[in-house]
């Protein structure tokens, strides 16, 4: 966003800003500042010696803070209540429109429309992020629908064994490596941003894979990511799967 | 508010297909609710990356008209001394916690000026722009002090 050009290799001036107020290696997870400093228990001392002198942390916190509390502010009010309004309204058409992942377990989805979370104040909270997020004036197209991949939810107790990258890492991986599995004859190798999200997906005929230049980008320091290895016989149909194996490059 | 309404309620539209889509892979590890800012959080992360090359962004370029010259020897100076362990201490140091909170909001989230202002809920008349100039002028001030430079 403010990146200036490189030169001379030296870090620019918004990458040393980046880095000093960025995540470091102690740097807690969503899930760990929701379990030791959002609900109030008191972490270990290590934890909250880190919390207590880390801005990252803190600034993370507050905004996990914030989306469980739900506070609008005044001039929120109207416009949050306009986005809840439309949600509902639409809501037959968005779900029905989306066919969820075979294999559906009833109770969860049609739980999601009716369980006490979708109430007009978890809208609203919803609301207040997104709201907040937005400033200026930017007329997208329609939000892009990630069809629903049935071929892929078939699982098998085979696994495979990522080899690499996986852990914390010093530098972004250049490819995926895996352990091959009987039968595959071509495998389908998937990078996940933690919560799920696809950033890339390929496939291959070999046990290993490249990541193109714009993926390595997208390995950036601090961020966990996930890969996953499903592999396929020769009449398509899924042998084995790896397991979503994390990964963190190292600031 | 000065946002785009429409816009915000793709977003969230966005963000709550996405969790439904998603639902099974929802294992009880945390809070529902913090599964949920999870997903909603990188999204809107993304949406903001993604604005950032577009035409019409400009928070860079009122970022830098905000930057006279000579706070821009502040990170060089760093640089040549280990610059983020530094920077790091000077942070703790110098900045108060709206300022850390801004910096960190707008130079590791990547989030324009004024959507950090209303999500901090700033009400001074310039928002974060006026934190981030007060940080880096702390941060000169405190590189001088200590004749790094």
Same mark, same amino acid.
């Given at each position: ?18 880095? $000093? ?17 959002? =609900? ?10 880190? @919390? ?32 809840? $309004? ?20 009833? !109770? ?5 429309? +009716? $369980? ?34 049935? &071929? ?8 495979? +064994? @990522?080899?690499?990258?996986?852990? =914390? ?27 799920? $999200? ?6 291959? @005929? ?12 997208? @390995? ?32 | ?54 035409? =019409? ?10 930057? &006279? ?42 989030? !324009? ?20 100039? +007060? ?15």
């Amino acid at each position: 966003m403010n990146g200036a050009p490189m030169s001379n290799n030296k870090p620019t001036e918004n990458q040393i800003l980046q880095a $000093a107020f960025g995540p470091g290696d102690h740097c807690l997870s969503v899930e760990q500042l929701e379990k030791c400093v959002v =609900d109030g228990s008191i972490p270990p001392a290590p934890l909250a010696a880190h @919390v207590e002198s880390c801005t990252y942390c803190q600034t993370q916190a507050q905004l996990l803070r914030e989306f469980g509390a739900g506070t609008l502010r005044e001039t929120e009010t109207e416009v949050v209540e306009l986005i809840t $309004a439309r949600l509902r309204a639409r809501s037959n058409e968005i779900f029905q429109a989306t066919k969820p992942q075979v294999e559906v377990q009833e !109770p969860w989805w049609r739980a999601f429309w +009716s $369980a006490p979370w979708l109430s007009p104040a978890v809208l609203a909270l919803a609301g207040i992020l997104v709201v907040a997020a937005i400033s200026l004036q930017m007329r997208n197209s329609a939000p892009s629908l990630h069809t629903p991949r049935p &071929d892929q939810e078939v699982l098998r107790s085979n696994t495979i +064994s @990522v080899i690499a990258p996986s852990g =914390d890492i010093r530098e972004a991986p250049d490819e995926i490596r895996w352990q091959g599995a009987p039968n595959a004859v071509r495998y389908e190798v998937r990078l996940l941003e933690v919560d799920g $999200a696809e950033l890339w997906k390929e496939e291959t @005929v070999q046990n290993r894979i490249e990541l193109p230049a714009a993926v390595r980008t997208r @390995v950036v320091p601090a961020k966990t990511l996930l890969c996953q290895v499903l592999a396929f016989d020769s009449s398509g149909h899924p042998v084995a799967q790896s397991g979503a194996v994390r990964f963190r490059l190292l600031q | 508010m000065t946002g785009d309404v429409n816009s915000a309620a793709d977003l969230a539209q966005d963000v709550f297909l996405k969790a439904f889509q998603r639902l099974n892979s929802f294992r009880g590890d945390s809070k529902f609710s913090t599964w949920l800012y999870s997903i909603a959080r990188n999204r809107c992360m993304d949406e903001m990356r993604s604005r950032a090359v577009r035409p =019409d962004e400009t928070t860079g370029v009122v970022l830098e008209q905000l930057i &006279d010259s000579s706070l821009e020897q502040v990170p060089r100076t760093l640089e040549r001394q280990e610059s983020a362990r530094a920077l790091r201490q000077l942070i703790q140091e110098e900045l108060d916690e709206t300022e850390a909170k801004v910096m960190t909001l707008h130079y590791v989230d990547e989030l !324009p000026l004024d959507s950090i202002t209303r999500l901090l809920g700033l009400e001074n008349p310039s928002g974060a722009k006026a934190y981030v100039v +007060s940080a880096r002028r702390k941060l000169q001030r405190s590189v001088s002090r200590r004749d790094w430079a």
